[in-house]
């Protein structure tokens, strides 16, 4: 299996998304990480996972952990309320959001590079990109290791349907299939785009 | 001079002027010169490790090690936090009330530890009590980072500094506790008053908004208490094996690693977890260092600068004292304090000599080194440890406090500490 097989569709953000609206599409669909897209097209970050859940942590707190301990309920929960008006551009400039290197594999990568390429950047999302450096999709954490479990003798349907359906289109997301990309990606207003140019342009169906 | 040691002084003021500049990192610099001098033939492996007085002074560096160990597992119980939100909420939204009591906390505490550890943990509670109140944690920032140099004056584990003067002098724990402790006191209400006068007096916290700070539970931030319980034993009883040095002559550096082993069985925390906590590059800088400067005193350079400076001072130690002290507080600002004072030590101690059984017109003049260098950190954001790290939190946090903004309180706050210490000194070695 190559990365052009492996890789899938998923929504990313720009830099106008606000930070709450970065969670809510990550929690939406899954995500293990979310990819930012600039004016181009061109991918300019990937913000795994940790650091989603970093964009409520203040400095202060990541500086001295054993603050976090002392807030109350009200209180933790109001910075996740301060994410709506941060932009992720926003987060990138102030230095909240690292993007200094961008975990990305080629089409023809095989699976052993894209697990390389996730455990040197410790990200659970890479890139798949072509040689213009035009973002193809993204393999995902959960589909390079449903490939890693088939190339290693286990089968199920849930693993076959993991393999053969982009995360996008799995049911029960809130919204379903095809439905769900189309609100994620038709309004210009609308800071949440596709990656890859459009629909199923990056492959992802074997 | 011989040539290798014309040649060693060029390689000194070559790598100080790389250190003062920043144009490498200390580090670097400070074993790039300790390297040269090897080339150069200006020292050897017995001279460099073996001899206090021309190589590393591992006295120094074991205490620092210690104390970096024992402050590590300390931090972790969580007190630190509980008592500066405890001073947040005392203060009942008064912000001059907020600021003082901080200012006290961490002069205590860096009196206790050392300065750059004290303001990593002061730092980040500050911002998150500003943070609350929706203030400026800038004027607190700044009051801390010069309240953490003043209180580390106090004492010999305070500030690097005194660790090497005392090393290189042979003054206990108690020395500084007699010379400078009382001092520091008047200093610090000295410092509480300008605090006032510098941003106490602007400052306004919206009533509204303070209520907020009671709502803060600072005791959960202590995660174990029994843990801490037993830690607070071990600091006590290094404090005691400090001040009872005349008793038992067990060195300081060792007092603190038997400390640091006692505080890592007592927690039983995992190796990765103590020796994070461990600031490898200041040993590391600390011992290129040591080696830069034990090198000028290998090849006489220390020698014939003390009998030129011995020739010139005569018996004005008055004079001596006070040139200290202003010309101390002066390079201070401009270049790093460790630095300063790991050079200027074996010069004073070739001019007025060890501790033991000095007079005190001369103790003076070793008195004046430390009021100079420890206080004159204040007057830059570059003058000491605590003020670049105090400016990297609050840079990381948003709140950017540029060199000059530092610098133009920093130099009023050290004018007048500096002006303060003088008649103190002459009072106490000389009247």
Known sequence: MRARDLAEIVPTATRDTTGAEAVHIAAEYRLSALAVVGPEGLPIALLPGSQLLALVVPPYVRDDPQLAHVFSEDAAEEFCGRLASTTIGALIDEGMVSVKRLPAVGPDDTILEIATAMVEHHCPQVLVRDADGAMLGVVTLSRALAAIARLAGEDSPGLRTRLDVDLVDLPNLGHTGQDSMDAAAVSPADPVQRSGGGPNSGGGTP | ?431
């Open chain 2, 1 to 431: 001079m011989t040539v290798t040691a014309w040649l060693a002084l060029v390689v000194f003021v070559a790598a100080y002027a790389l250190i003062a500049t920043e144009k490498v990192h200390r580090v670097k610099a400070a074993l790039g010169g300790a390297a040269a001098m090897v080339i150069i033939g200006a020292t050897r492996g017995h001279s460099a490790f073996f001899s206090e007085s021309t190589g590393v002074d591992w006295n120094v560096v074991f205490l620092l090690l210690g104390m970096m160990i024992i402050v590590g597992v300390l931090r972790t119980t969580g007190i630190f936090e509980f008592v500066a939100i405890w001073a947040a909420k005392a203060s009942k939204g008064r912000p001059f009330r907020m600021m003082a009591l901080l200012v006290v906390i961490t002069a205590v505490a860096s009196a206790l530890l050392d300065n750059v550890t004290t303001v990593l943990l002061i730092a980040p509670v500050t911002i998150l009590v500003c943070d609350r109140v929706r203030i400026s944690p800038i004027p607190f920032l700044l009051a801390e980072a010069m309240a953490s140099n003043i209180g580390g004056t106090a004492t010999l584990i305070g500030d690097p500094p005194n660790i090497i003067i005392a090393s290189r002098a042979g003054f206990s724990f108690n020395d500084f506790l007699v010379h400078l402790a009382p001092l520091v006191v008047v200093l610090l209400v000295i410092f509480v008053g300008l605090c006032w006068l510098l941003w106490g007096r602007s400052l306004h916290i919206d009533p509204a908004r303070a209520a907020a700070l009671q709502g803060l539970r600072g005791r959960d931030a202590i995660t174990d208490r029994a843990l801490l319980g037993r830690l607070g034993g071990v600091l006590l009883l290094v404090l005691i094996g400090f001040a009872t040095h005349t008793v038992h002559h067990i060195e300081p550096s060792l007092i603190a690693m038997l400390g640091a082993g006692a505080s890592i069985l007592v927690s039983k925390a995992d190796q990765s977890d103590f020796l994070r906590e461990v600031e490898w590059e200041t040993l590391v800088f600390f011992a290129g260092l040591f080696i830069m400067v034990g090198a000028l005193v290998e090849q006489g350079v220390i020698g014939q600068l003390a009998v030129a400076l011995t020739g010139a001072v005569g018996d004005q130690y008055l004079a001596a004292a006070m040139v200290m002290l202003f010309g101390s507080a002066a390079l201070s600002g401009i270049v790093d304090n460790i630095p300063y004072v790991a050079t200027m030590s074996p010069l004073v101690l070739d001019l007025v000599g060890p501790a033991e059984g000095l007079p005190p017109p001369k103790q003076g003049v070793w008195w004046a080194l430390a009021l100079g260098a420890d206080l004159g950190g204040n007057a830059t954001a570059v003058g000491a440890s605590a003020n670049v790290v105090v400016t990297g939190i609050a840079k990381r946090n948003g709140h950017p406090i540029s060199f000059w903004e530092f610098t133009k309180y920093g130099l009023v706050v050290t004018v007048v500490t500096i002006v303060a210490a003088a008649p103190y000194l002459y009072w106490r070695y000389y009247a």
